[in-house]
């Protein structure tokens, strides 16, 4: 089964930015897509951003779209999302996630990083 473990979390002011990670491993993801959510307090776990891991295609929610930028080591089996432009609303727990590229739903979770945007 894939593991995955999320870092690099932390409190930033409005308008900085800050870069998360994502070691996976127990697995080669060449035929899996991965992405990032996010729970902010008392709200429903939401979209951020995902990519197709094998070509690098990717796809993001309208809030993020041009602050988020996703990526992927592909020899470090690692997940990045670059965050700039911070706003408040961005403050949730941020989760790594992965599907196979045949399935809809994503069934694979990290723990979660905090991330802060003070104002």
């Known amino acids: 089964q894939v593991q995955l473990v999320e870092s690099g979390g932390g409190l930033v002011q409005t308008g900085g930015s800050l870069s998360l990670s994502c070691a996976a491993s127990g697995r080669t993801f060449s035929n899996y897509h991965m992405g990032w959510f996010r729970q902010a307090p008392g709200k429903e776990r939401a979209f951020v951003a995902a990519?197709?891991?094998?070509?690098?295609?990717?796809n993001y929610a309208d809030s993020v779209k041009g602050r988020f930028t996703i990526s992927r080591d592909n020899a470090k089996n690692t997940l990045y999302l670059q965050m700039n432009s911070l706003k408040p609303e961005d403050t949730a727990v941020y989760y790594c996630?992965?599907?196979?590229?045949?399935?809809?739903?994503?069934?694979?979770w990290g723990q979660g990083t905090q991330v802060t945007v003070s104002s």
């Open positions: 990519i197709n891991w094998s070509d690098g295609s990717t």
């Open positions: 996630a992965a599907r196979h590229a045949g399935i809809v739903l994503y069934n694979h």
